[in-house]
């Protein structure tokens, strides 16, 4: 009977203290800023990606605000997953070579860039159906060996492309055309970059 009671009272505390454990952010670092019409109502909305520098992995947020006719902003979503932490596996782990590049917006158009360690890789979204769904997606990297692949992928319509070719000589080496529907569009607040559940 001791036992019994021993162990109900350890898993009671078990469930208590992982109930109140939470993982406090501090994005308090503004790592970039940019301004253009998201949503087409010709006012200027927002995206700012910020850094919890303090924390051992050092983790993003990327926050997208509408701009009203009042003049205040409006948050419309936000992500802690589409870029990846500086240090994923902490300050004295390795790094995967995913690194944060930058944001911009162009005719209504949230583009992300990634670096890589030879090369980069680009997310686009649309402001569509309520939510910021990915139209597109590009990478451009290198073998270091003379070989260049690029991948133009247009959700949108579902022609991926993909080529390889010599960057020394502009031979082109392979050439790859495919349909590929997702559907529905993935949603920026539940991918992380590249991941592999909307990459064909």
């Known amino acids: 009977m001791k036992h019994l009671l021993l162990t109900l009272f350890t898993l009671t505390y078990l469930h208590s203290y992982t109930q109140t454990v939470t993982t406090n952010y501090n994005f308090s670092y503004k790592v970039m800023e ?16 910020t850094q919890d520098t303090l924390n051992e992995k050092a983790p993003y947020r990327l926050q997208v605000f509408f701009k009203e006719p009042n003049g205040k902003y409006k948050l419309i979503v936000t992500s802690t997953k589409i870029i990846e932490p500086q240090y994923p596996d902490g300050r004295d782990g390795y790094s995967t070579g995913n690194e ?57 319509t579902g022609v991926r ?22 559907r529905p569009l993935p949603k920026l607040q539940d991918i992380k970059a590249m991941d592999d559940d909307f990459l064909p």
């Open 34 to 49: 940019v301004e253009g019409d998201l949503n087409k109502d010709s006012l200027t909305d927002k995206a700012i990606v």
């Open 100 to 156: 944060f590049g930058e944001i911009s917006i162009n005719k209504g158009v949230l583009s992300m860039r990634f670096d890589l360690l030879r090369g980069n890789f680009k997310h686009k979204f649309r402001f569509q159906k309520s939510n910021f769904e990915l139209i597109g997606y590009s990478e451009f990297s290198s073998n270091g060996q003379g070989e260049m692949k690029t991948i133009d992928f247009n959700l949108s």
């Open 161 to 182: 492309i993909e080529k390889l070719e010599r960057y020394d000589t502009d031979k082109l080496l392979s050439y790859k055309k495919k349909k590929i529907l997702i």
